[in-house]
């Protein structure tokens, strides 16, 4: 409802997001054609070297499951082009998270420009546990007109992609997205869990901290471990 309702009002012809096999742009992809229709939701499959193939088949049978077209811009090119720019500023310095927020940002650029060249709204598909401790990259994945999923906890994710797939009868989403461990996939073998939690806890601190006020001493006496919770009310603050 909300998605539609800022579509209409605001005059998009329709949606536009990018489509990476993973779980939480399979559950924007679903809001999305329940809010505005498959003909009006466009999907960009956009692989780097680091993309798997198992992921960008996924994408491409969720937006056939779901009717909607799915155009494919591999972005090799042009990180290629970009390394070339970079090269002798960066000189003498390893790769790093520069490199996978550059990959990230590509991607925003060409869903703006599919934005602004035929009318659609992009919808940015960060959930509610990576935004908060910042696990999303500005002007990246961030970039965007509405975040259909600033309100939803990972686990939620999980749960609402399975509610809706029990809700068609059929798997709209295929459940290797569901069983896959979470990556963003830019850069070898790359998992969320190698730099935050594991989801389940996260978002057991994050709803204290952040939906109930709670503070390190409440969260502890919770049961949950203090370490843990340090580390992510560092990481909601820095954010």
């Known amino acids: 409802t909300g998605v539609r309702g800022y579509v209409e009002k605001n005059g998009f012809g ?24 498959p003909d009006r939701t ?19 049978a969720i ?20 390394e070339r720019l970079l090269a002798e500023p960066f000189a ?3 790769a790093d998270l520069t490199e996978e927020n550059l990959q ?12 602004n060249k035929f009318g659609w709204l992009v919808l940015t598909t ?16 961030m970039a965007g007109g509405y975040a259909v999923l600033k309100d939803v906890f990972k686990g939620w994710v999980y749960r609402l992609v399975r509610w809706r797939n029990e809700d068609a009868g059929r798997e ?3 459940a290797s997205v569901i069983e896959r461990a979470p990556s963003a996939e830019l850069r070898a073998d790359q998992r969320d869990e190698d730099s935050l939690p594991p989801y389940d806890l996260l978002d057991q601190i994050l ?12 969260l502890v006496t919770r049961g949950l471990p203090a370490d843990e919770v340090a580390r992510v009310i560092g990481l909601v603050d820095g954010a």
């Open 126 to 141: 960060g959930n509610k546990s990576e935004l908060s401790v910042g696990y999303s990259t500005l002007y990246g994945d």
């Open 42 to 60: 466009h999907t960009v499959v956009m692989p780097s070297p680091h993309s798997s193939d198992a992921t960008q088949d996924d994408a491409r």
């Open 63 to 82: 937006a056939a499951n779901l009717g909607t077209d799915a155009l494919e811009l591999p972005i090799d090119g042009a990180m290629e082009v970009y």
């Open 104 to 115: 990230a940002r590509i991607r925003g650029n060409l869903l703006m420009a599919l934005s």
């Open 207 to 218: 709803e204290g901290y952040v939906e109930h006020d709670l503070d390190a001493t409440s």
């Open 14 to 37: 329709g949606v536009v997001l990018g489509l990476s096999g993973g779980i939480d742009s399979a559950l924007v992809a679903l809001v999305a054609v329940d809010a505005v229709g």
């Open 172 to 174: 709209l989403v295929p």
């Open 92 to 94: 003498g310095r390893e």
